[in-house]
């Protein structure tokens, strides 16, 4: 249980940490020096100060992925992509593997064939449309003669 409530505590100061450092940032971009150097100045303090809570990126991404994603549901996470943007990436592509979205459905599925596009209970309801057009097209170009 005590374990539990340390883990609860790390959360709470790395999230405390996270907003206090977003608030704070537009204050340390100074735009008439460095430009986009110093935004990434910026947003590598913003790691650093963070991973000084606790030094695993993976966690503290994680963490800020569920507040900002789930529990505020922020709409501007700049910061933390910016910040913790290469860890983010890397767990979004362990996490989905070979899965593509299906654009008919969007429901996630692994792909099984060379070209596949689709899911394939959608690949085959646009085999059969394309059959019946096809039967149609050939009916009526076989009218018209």
Partial sequence: MIKELDMVHLNLRIIT??????KKKRFMINKSHGGSENYNYVYQYIREEILTIYNNPQY???????????IKNAKNKTTLWNSFGDVLVANLKKNL??????PDCNVRFEVTKQRQAKCLSCQENTKKEK???R??????????K
């Fill in 17 to 22: 940490k996270y907003e206090e450092l977003d």
């Fill in 60 to 70: 503290v991404a994680n963490v800020l992925v569920e507040y900002l994603y789930g």
């Fill in 97 to 102: 593997g070979d899965s593509i979205l299906c």
């Fill in 131 to 133: 059959a019946k057009a």
């Fill in 135 to 144: 039967k149609v097209k050939f009916k009526n170009k076989k009218m018209t």
